[in-house]
């Protein structure tokens, strides 16, 4: 989940060595996609691909409650967004495990700590100060 432009579809793709986000209309998902990727110990999970437009928040809603995990793209060279925010009340209000993925930390203008105290601002707390939040900083173009 996260606002539009953020990286979600690009880092699915470097997770599953596809490349859905060249044939995306302008690059930006219109429809939630379902995944099923394997993990290095042969599990295997369902991965959702929510639309970041603010046009898609009922369907962000609807996924929200049918999740286990929740990765939240917050790209660094950008911040948290609009979406970002609605995202995390919907995180917020279901409970579910959040888990940040700092996106695009490979470009020259990223700042992943100022990233950080912004998602404080709006309650996210990384378990590393105490919170339930875990945050991870991420690349998907040096994977």
Not at 33 to 54: K, N, W, Y
Not at 56 to 66: H, K, P, T, Y
Not at 88 to 109: M, N, W
């Given at each position: 989940?996260?606002?539009?432009?953020?990286?979600?579809?690009t880092l699915?793709?470097?997770?599953?060595?596809?490349?859905?986000?060249?044939?995306?209309?302008?690059?930006?998902?219109?429809?939630?996609?379902?995944?099923?990727i394997?993990?290095?110990?042969?599990?295997?999970m369902t991965v959702?691909?929510?639309?970041?437009h603010?046009s898609?928040?009922?369907?962000?809603?609807?996924?929200?409650?049918?999740?286990?995990?929740?990765?939240?793209?917050v790209?660094?060279d950008d911040?948290p967004?609009?979406?970002?925010?609605?995202?995390?009340?919907?995180?917020?209000?279901?409970g579910?495990?959040?888990v940040?993925?700092?996106?695009?930390?490979?470009?020259?203008?990223?700042?992943?700590?100022?990233?950080?105290?912004?998602?404080?601002?709006?309650?996210?707390i990384s378990?590393?100060?105490?919170?339930?939040?875990?945050?991870?900083?991420v690349?998907?173009?040096?994977?």
């Amino acid at each position: 989940m996260g606002h539009v432009d953020h990286g979600k579809t690009t880092l699915l793709d470097a997770l599953r060595d596809s490349s859905l986000v060249d044939t995306e209309a302008g690059g930006i998902t219109q429809r939630i996609g379902a995944f099923r990727i394997s993990t290095d110990s042969g599990q295997e999970m369902t991965v959702f691909d929510t639309p970041g437009h603010a046009s898609f928040g009922s369907m962000r809603s609807s996924s929200v409650q049918l999740t286990d995990i929740v990765v939240l793209c917050v790209a660094a060279d950008d911040g948290p967004m609009d979406q970002t925010v609605e995202c995390i009340k919907l995180i917020q209000r279901s409970g579910v495990q959040l888990v940040v993925a700092i996106t695009k930390t490979d470009r020259p203008e990223s700042n992943a700590d100022n990233v950080k105290k912004e998602l404080m601002r709006h309650g996210v707390i990384s378990d590393e100060l105490g919170g339930d939040a875990i945050l991870v900083e991420v690349s998907a173009i040096q994977k």
